[in-house]
């Protein structure tokens, strides 16, 4: 049983690392494309569960919504049209 507590604990620990806020904003970046460096990207509400990651962000070229799995691959940005853009 402490073999399985401790497996599960440095899987959930290793993919917590995968979603740190430059992480999330090098990624949300990339979703979006274009010329959208990743330092401008502002991400807020970050809510990570055992299997997915959501966040919100803002950036040059509006608001999204995103969300990814767990060790952020297949990211998704949906834009938010009802948001202004910071620049």
């Known amino acids: 049983m402490k073999k399985v507590f401790f497996a599960l604990a440095a899987v959930l620990t290793i993919a ?6 430059e992480n999330v904003q090098r990624e949300t970046a990339r979703s979006i494309g274009g010329d959208v460096p990743p330092d401008k990207v ?9 299997t997915s990651v959501k966040w919100n962000a803002v950036t040059p070229k509006g608001a999204y919504a995103c969300s990814a799995d767990d060790m952020m691959r297949r990211v998704l940005c949906v834009k938010n049209p009802a948001t202004v ?3």
Do not use: H
């Open 16 to 21: 917590s690392c995968a979603s740190t806020i």
């Open 42 to 50: 502002i991400v807020k509400d970050i809510d990570r569960r055992a």
């Open 85 to 87: 853009p910071v620049p």
